[in-house]
Structure formats: C-alpha cells, structure tokens
C-alpha cells in the first residue's frame, strides 16, 4: 500500500468530530436544534428581529441556518458569520421558546466554527486579540490599564482631549461611551490581596468566594466593595482566590472557545476550595453556570466543570436565599429596575433582586415596560456592532419611566450602556447596581446608629 | 450590517431594491434567503428570488408592478407562523415581507374601531388598548408574533373565537393592492355590511392569492366586566366531550372551550410552562366564561355541576389573573411544546359536529396506531375545531410521507363525519389535495375562476389552496409556459 492511499483511508484531521459543513471539532449540538419546529414564538422576542424585520436576524432564522451548514446547504462564510455574529446573545428567545431550544447556545458553538474557519484579521484581529487575550486575562495589565485611565481621568488629560475636540478622532459610539467611563478606584483584588479571608462582621455563618471579574473590579471596584460589604454584613466570610482570572463570557460570545475553556479550567482549579462562587456581575454568572458546555467533547472536565458551576450563584440570589438582614433607615427615592439578560433569561433570576429593593424602607419600585428587553450593551456588541446596539438602546430608553431617580441593574456592561443612554437621551437618572443600593442603605443604618450612640 | 451596495448583476433584484430603498430593504443572498425557505409548516421548503421590505402601500404596489410587469411570481409574508404552507414560496416567489408596516394607525373607540398596517402584531393590538379598557378579539394562539395581515389572509381563529367569531366576524374594511399593481379599498370607512357583494368576506382567508391586504380596519371590543377560568381533569375522553356537548345544551355559549389530551398533556408538562396536570389523566379541559359580573357564578356554577355529573377527577377554578394566565400561556404554547418529546410535528385542522368527538378520536387513536406514529390533539372543542399533532422524526427516512399520509386520514375521518378540512390553519400546501374530500372538480373550478378575476396570471402566491382539477391541467400548463417565457 503506498502512502498516498493509507492517507487517504484516515480521517483528515480537521473532519474529527465535525457535522456536515462544520468542519472543526465542537460543533453545533444537533439536539439543540431538534426541538425547534419553526413556530416563530421567539420572533417578537428577539431585539434584533425587531430593529430589522428580518428572519435570517431572528432566533428560529438563525437555528435554522445553523442547522443548515450542518446539513451541508451552506459553508461557513461571511454570509453566514452575519446573522450569527449579529445575535446579541440575550437569550430572551430562550425564555419566550415553548419548546426550550438553547439559541444562545448553538450560536456560541457556532461562532466557535466560524472564528476557526475566518479568523478575523486586519484591526479588527488585532484589536480583538490584543483585549481578549493580552488584557481581560491578564490581571497586572488589566490593573495597568485601570491606572491608565485613572491617570487620564485625575491629570486633567480627560479635560484636555474633550475641550480640544481630540476625542473626535474617535468613532462616535467611542466618544459617547468615553463620556461615561465610571471613575476608576482601586481594584479589591489589590486591596485585599494579602487578606487570606475576609472576616464576616459578627459570627460567621457561612464561608463564600468571591469573582471578582476583570472588567469589574477596574471599572466598577466599587460594586466589588459594596458585596464584600453585604455579604460580610450577613455573617459571611469572603474569600478572594488570587489566582481566579476573566470568566470567559466575552471570548465564549466572540468564538474563541478554546480561550474560553483556558480560563474556564483555571477558574475551576482557582475555586476548587470554594462552596460557593458568589458573583455580581450577571453576564459572567450566567458563563460560569455554562462551563459544561465548553467542554461537551472532555468527560473529565465536563465533570468538573459541573462540580463547578453547582456552585456558583448570583449575589442577589444568594442574599435572598440565606435570608440577608432586612435594612432599617430609609432611602426615600423612586427606582426602576431593568432585568439584566444574563440575569432574567440566562439564569431565571428576576424576582429576588426586585425584593431585595422592596427591603429597603422608603424605596419605591417604578415598573418598567419590558423590563427584561437587552439593553444593547451585550458584552462587546456595542463596540462591534453599534449601529444595532445604538438602535436598540433607543427602545431601551424609551422604556425607562421619566419620573424615577435610579435604574437598578446586576451586570456591568448593562451600567455602562445604561448610562450611556441616559447622557445620551438627556435623561439624568443614576445607574446603580442593585447591591450597592442595599448596602448604602446598611451605612445609612449604621451612620444614623453612630450617630444616636 | 454588511455591505452598502446590491452584489448581484440580477437586473432584478437591483430594481426591485430600487424600488424599496436600497440594500437593508432586500435579500437575495442564499443564506439570508434560506431563513425564508419556510413558514411554520416545514415539510415544504423552497428558496424565494429575494425578500423585499416595503414600507408603505405604494412601495408594496410598485413591487407588485414590476412582478406583474416582468412576470415574476410573488407572494406576500407576515410572521411566517402559518401552519398551511400559505407562505412558502414554491415557485421561488420575490417575498414581499410586511413586517416593517406595522404602526397602529388610528384608534376610534367611540365607534369601535382600529386602524393597523398588515404586519402590525396582533397582541400588541390588545396591548395598545387594553388601558382604555377595550380588546381585539381573535385570538390565534400564535398572537405574541403573528400579524394581523397574516390573520386577515388566513381567516385565523383562536381560542375565543367560540363565543366572538374568527377573524372575518372582525373585518371593516381593507385596502388592498391587487395582483396588478392596482390599489382598491373595500368597506370604505369602516362601515359594517355594506350593499353589494361581500368582498370582505372573500378577500378574509383568501389565503394571499387574490391580493395583499395594506391596511386593515378592524372592529375593538370592550372587556368583559367580568371572566372566570376552570380547569377540568377527566380519566375518560368520553366524558370530557360529553361535558362539553352538555355545556353547550344547557344554554352557556363559554368564551373558550378547549381540550387537550393525554400526550398532548406530557408535552406542554415537559417544556416551558408547565401547570402541573397529573400525567396519568385522559383529557382536560379549559373553560373560559365571561360577561357582565351578575350571570358569571352562576353559569360557573352549572359547569362545575356538569363536570361532576361527567365523572370529573378534578375539577378547579383559577383563583387570580396569574393562574389563568399560567392556565393559558400552557395552553397556547402547545404546538411549540411538541418540540420538547418529538423532533418534528404535523399538526392538522379539522371540524367536526361536536358529538363526534368521542368517534373521532377513537379513529385517530386507530391512524396512529396503524402508522405507528404518536397523535397528540389539541381541541378547540366548543367549536368541533380538532386539532391532531402528528408527531415524527423527519431525519428517519419515510417518516415524513407516513406523517403526511396519516395527517390526511385525520382530515379524511373529520370529512366522513360531516366535518370539514380545515378550521382555523387554512389549506396553503397542505391540504390541497384533501379539498378533493369536500369539493369535486366542478366546484373547485367555480372557485378558481373567482382567482382568476382577481389573479388572471396567477402569479401571486401560485399553487396554494386548490389543487389542480384534472381538466384544466391543460389551460394550467398553458399559461405556465407563458409564465415562464
């Protein structure tokens, strides 16, 4: 038998654990599919379908040109990339589908395929690879990156380039998000990295783990602060692993799943201890209890990976589970409360972050007309896609009701897009995230207690 | 999104995308086109040329124009919901999408009457007013997403439709662009019932082939002051219709009266809203009443009565809004349920007497079994609107012909019994040649030379609803060759 023909009775190495036009391994999972039988439930869900009208930019369009390359109808080329990367990955068709078909699921199996089979070039790689695996990852050069901007937000830099009109050199959608760049303070995993534990305030009841997320703890270390807080106020100890990293979320959205299962793995060994993973961010909640998922094709670290995510819980979930102390001073102020995607659709959790705001004395709950609607940030969607995710905000903001002081939120890229809208649409409501609500109310307990004592 | 120009030399498409206002207004690539190869009937699948989004009636006009002009077949699509086929493009039509006109025009509540543009969602209509304290009452279970133009071509029924009447009881009037380019309005004004022929009622579940409807004037209703909700579990099927056909006879007319039987009970307990009906029951139904406040405890009363003389298991009334809302949203959901125990379903429409009922599913019982295919129905069964859910796996090969064919005997059964094809789904692809059940050539014919009026190229929505009399095949392929030259 000469070569050539031994070669050609193996497998190609790209066709292991391929489908149909899906050439690399961990491919879309065809019984994600199955269960779709095309009723069009999910079309008035989908934020995209409704900005455009078009099927091929709605759940069951998508699916089923999912489904399509796997039958072999269509390759994976730009023209398929476009629906696929234009899903905002909100998951909202997830919670309107009778049938329970995992959209959000398939489409990040199916970017996976597609960054294999194109992947991006020009700018736009570099850009990407440069943030998703140099920085997010990387805890001292997210820690740079936060100083950087703390240096160009106390020097007077920001001043200088809004008043000399330099920051016209960027895209619009950059200058409208550098407006609202949060101010940045120090990150708690800095704060608190020679701290073994951090001590509950009273008895301990219970010993947590904190994520402390990448972009969270240099853009809104205050969030992480306001849950420490929180949860040390419940009788918590809270522990900071020093070697958890990103969660992955934004590299699993981008296609870059084998990043993704990088930092997954890393986490897993990182929280191996923990009992609980307690995060605050829903968008990363929502990637850590997926975990399994990113390794449908690795037995060993599916099983961990499922070990894992029973673990992990949302904060406000949490809270309302082990029956966190109700606040007693009052916050006289009117909120809404915008249901973060990850939150409502990914992880079911809508009511308990809404009490934990009803706990608090003198705050009144303003409803929100489709509350649960993304709100267009979508991890970087508005930063790749912000034709689409401006659109969208628009219908976001139209929703907010004009006579309430706060919008309430679980998830920072949600804040972010939020406060963008608000500068934005000339609105001047504060964009505060539902934990620091609850815990401005304890210091206002505590302040008023110290005050009488 | 991508790309700011027209890619294609199709000479067309560029003047079809001139005519709707560039690139965002069109598809013509085939994997955009394949998200349109199908509607909510899948068993037929066939690319379109292009899609085009007009935003208004002269755009969709001039559309219509060119396809007439240039012999291009053609169609018009809403939500694509439809369970017949009515949108699938079998001739590779040029979709016209009406999902962009969807404003709510005006709202005259004063004289009970709303404005909307085709692909205007018809919950949304009843969202829109429901503050002000009125309702649109056709409600298909479909309504979170389908559109009223669909609902308008489909004649669409719903749930309610046992005490309020389908969608064509709910028509005032209709703009329309007919198959050559021509903008007519019918039942000008919104005025009920006007002098001359009945065109309302024959453009209403015309299923898109005598014209596309722009603009729809329909008739609001004021909520009922008062409405109450029970839930009934039954160990026979036999008793479940029997207290059905004595609901009726006791002189209650329900605002709804479904049934669902025991598989059709394990798929909407297996997905997304599940109520909790015991599994081990034959049939349930769902009982709506509703009216003035003074008649409704009693006439809740008499069902409660009738249910139990007919061997109720259980029988329970929704204590607030959320649960009948939950009782309802698993209702509603329950085609799409089937998703979550079979890969794929083939769900039919029949009417029959209701005093079949018992008869009927004793036959369908029999389809299944013959064809070894699972049956789950799903029954509007105030109405003797039966609906079989022919659950298969369309990757086993034959499957889907079995599926077909066992889905015919169904339609079959309901026309031996007195009953009729279809209720509420209409004929599309599907049922085209079943209409052979109650129409012979002859009267088939009679209603395509009505088509013809309105349609003499009959390029719009071609080889929907009839099936090919054998004598005019000959004329048929005729004007195919002129189509096509």
Not at chain 1, 242 to 259: F, I, K, S
Not at chain 1, 427 to 451: C, F, M, P
Not at chain 2, 451 to 469: E, I, S, Y
Request: aromatic share 6%.
């Amino acid at each position: 038998m000469s070569l050539k023909e031994s070669d050609l009775k193996k497998d190609p190495a790209c066709t292991i654990n391929s489908l149909g036009n899906y050439l690399w391994s961990d491919p879309p999972d065809e019984n994600k599919w199955a269960d779709c039988v095309h009723c069009g439930m999910c079309l008035e869900s989908c934020p995209t379908y409704e900005q455009t009208g078009q099927e091929q930019h709605s759940p069951r369009g998508r699916v089923h040109l999912i489904k399509s390359v796997a039958e072999g109808k269509l390759e994976v080329n730009e023209a398929f990339a476009d629906p696929v990367f234009a899903c905002l990955d909100c998951r909202a068709c997830t919670t309107a589908c009778p049938a329970d078909v995992d959209v959000g699921g398939l489409i990040e199996e199916a970017r996976g395929q597609i960054r294999q089979a194109m992947p991006l070039t020009g700018w736009k790689g570099v850009v990407s690879k440069f943030f998703l695996q140099g920085v997010f990852p990387n805890q001292d050069r997210l820690h740079l990156l936060g100083s950087l901007l703390k240096f160009y937000q106390k020097s007077g830099l920001q001043k200088v380039v809004r008043k000399t009109r330099l920051i016209h050199i960027m895209p619009e959608h950059l200058v409208e998000m550098e407006a609202i760049l949060p101010e940045v303070k120090q990150p708690v995993r800095k704060k608190y990295k020679h701290a073994d534990v951090i001590k509950a305030k009273g008895e301990t009841k219970r010993t947590v783990a904190l994520l402390t997320g990448c972009i969270m703890d240099v853009m809104f270390s205050d969030i992480n602060e306001a849950t420490i807080n929180v949860l040390t106020r419940n009788g918590n100890d809270v522990v900071i692993p020093q070697n958890q990293t990103c969660c992955g979320a934004l590299h699993v959205h981008a296609g870059d799943r084998e990043m993704g299962r990088k930092l997954a793995k890393q986490n897993i060994e990182a929280f191996k201890d923990a009992e609980k993973v307690i995060v605050n961010a829903a968008g990363c909640g929502c990637m850590l209890k997926e975990y399994p998922e990113l390794f449908r094709e690795d037995p060993e670290w599916r099983k961990k990976a499922e070990e894992f995510s029973a673990k992990v819980e949302d904060i406000s979930k949490y809270l309302h589970d082990t029956d966190f102390e109700k606040p007693k001073a009052e916050i006289k102020t009117r909120i809404t409360y915008h249901d973060a995607c990850h939150l409502a659709h990914g992880q079911g959790i809508r009511e308990e972050p809404r009490n934990i705001l009803r706990s608090i004395p003198g705050v009144e709950i303003v409803h929100m007309p489709n509350a649960d609607r993304c709100c267009g940030s979508a991890g970087i969607y508005n930063i790749t896609n912000p034709e689409m995710a401006g659109a969208i905000l628009e219908s976001k903001m139209k929703n907010v009701p004009e006579d309430v002081e706060i919008i309430s939120m679980g998830n920072p890229g949600c804040m972010l897009q939020m406060a963008m809208g608000v500068l934005k649409y000339g609105r001047n409501q504060r964009i505060v995230h539902t934990v620091q609500l609850l815990d401005w109310a304890y210091q206002k307990e505590d302040s008023l207690k110290e005050g009488k004592g | 999104m991508r790309g700011k120009e027209i890619q294609t030399k199709d000479k067309h498409i560029q003047n079809l995308a001139k005519i709707v206002g560039g690139v965002q207004s069109i598809l013509y690539k085939k994997e955009d086109l394949l998200a349109y190869d199908c509607d909510g009937f899948t068993i037929h699948r066939h690319l379109p040329k292009a899609v085009v989004f007009p935003k208004n009636t002269q755009e969709v006009a001039e559309v219509v124009k060119y396809c007439n002009e240039n012999n291009l077949p053609f169609l018009a699509r809403g939500a694509g919901t439809g369970l017949s086929g009515g949108a699938i493009p079998l001739n590779g039509e040029v979709i016209i999408s009406l999902v962009r006109m969807k404003r709510l025009l005006s709202v005259d509540l004063e004289n009970r009457r709303a404005v909307v543009e085709p692909g205007f969602v018809n919950l949304k209509l009843t969202q829109s007013i429901s503050d002000k304290g009125y309702y649109y009452a056709p409600d298909p279970s479909s309504q979170y997403c389908c559109t009223i133009g669909g609902n308008v071509a489909e004649n669409a029924g719903g749930a309610h439709c046992l005490k309020y009447g389908v969608t064509t009881n709910h028509i005032l009037g209709l703009e329309v662009v007919l198959p050559n380019g021509e903008i007519i309005e019918i039942g000008k004004n919104g005025i009920p019932d006007q002098p001359g022929y009945d065109l309302l009622g024959l453009l209403t579940g015309s299923e898109g082939t005598l014209g596309i409807v722009t603009k729809i004037t329909v008739r609001i209703l004021k909520n009922p002051e008062a409405k109450q909700t029970v839930l009934a579990y039954f160990d026979k099927v036999s008793d479940a219709s029997q207290a059905v056909s004595d609901i009726i006879s006791e002189g209650i007319v329900p605002a709804a009266l479904e049934m669902m039987d025991k598989t059709a009970i394990e798929a909407v307990e297996a997905a997304a809203f599940p109520v909790g009906h015991p599994r081990d029951i034959e049939a349930l139904l769902l009982i709506e009443v509703d009216g003035i406040s003074a008649g409704i405890d009693e006439q809740i009363h008499q069902i409660l009565r009738v249910c139990k003389n007919r061997n109720v298991r259980e029988v329970k009334v929704a204590q607030d809004e959320k649960e009948r809302e939950r009782w309802w949203a698993n209702r509603k959901t329950g085609f799409g349920a089937m998703g979550a125990i079979s890969p794929d379903y083939l769900v039919q429409d029949g009417v029959i007497p209701r005093s079949k009922l018992p008869e009927v599913l004793e036959r369908i019982k029999k389809i299944s079994e013959k064809y070894g295919l699972r049956i789950a129905n799903i029954f509007h069964a105030g109405d003797g609107n039966l609906h079989p859910l022919v659950l298969f796996d369309a990757k086993k090969p034959g499957e889907t012909e079995k599926a077909l064919a066992a889905g015919s005997e169904c339609l079959k059964v309901c026309a031996d019994v007195g009953g009729s094809i279809t209720g509420e789904h209409g004929v599309g692809i599907e049922k085209r040649e079943e209409m052979r059940f109650i129409f012979n050539d002859e009267e088939i014919m009679a209603q395509t030379n009505i088509r013809d009026v309105f349609n003499p190229k009959n390029l719009l929505n071609a080889g929907k609803l009839f099936p090919t009399p054998g004598r005019c095949v000959e004329v048929k392929k005729e004007r195919k060759e002129v189509i096509t030259s």
